[in-house]
């Protein structure tokens, strides 16, 4: 049974930045691609960005709205991603969830319901 756990969420202020961090356990997850969610309230569930690992190395993908600003990372090692968030903007604010699937990077905005995911972390970006 794979479990993912987020933490390092909370609050900031505009400008400010936050880390996230995802930790699996039940299974090594290096041949999986990982990634992050987020759902502000009242709003659908929003691609972040995604990080798959290979012999030539990591491949990311990254929505447009984040771009620049936030960067995924992964150690394989110990089994986490990271999401690494710069330049917060109220609009952030959401709830941010880990999951886990063997798709693509570049498919992995079209997780739905498949694959593995955390509990979910809150990011709130005040003004």
């Known amino acids: 049974q794979v479990q993912l756990v987020e933490s390092g969420g909370g609050l900031v202020q505009a400008g400010g930045s936050l880390r996230l961090s995802c930790a699996a356990s039940?299974?090594?997850?290096?041949?999986?691609?990982m990634g992050w969610f987020r759902q502000a309230p009242g709003k659908e569930r929003e691609f972040v960005g995604a990080i798959s690992w290979s012999w030539t190395g990591a491949s990311t993908n990254y929505a447009d709205s984040i771009k620049g600003r936030f960067t995924i990372s992964r150690d394989n090692a110990k089994n986490t991603v990271y999401l690494q968030m710069n330049s917060l903007k109220p609009e952030d604010t959401a709830v941010y969830y880990c999951?886990?699937?063997?798709?693509?990077?570049?498919?992995?905005?079209?997780?739905?319901?498949?694959?593995?995911w955390g509990q979910g972390t809150q990011v709130t970006v005040s003004s």
């Open positions: 039940g299974r090594t997850l290096s041949a999986y691609t």
């Open positions: 999951a886990a699937d063997i798709r693509s990077v570049y498919d992995f905005p079209t997780l739905g319901r498949s694959g593995y």
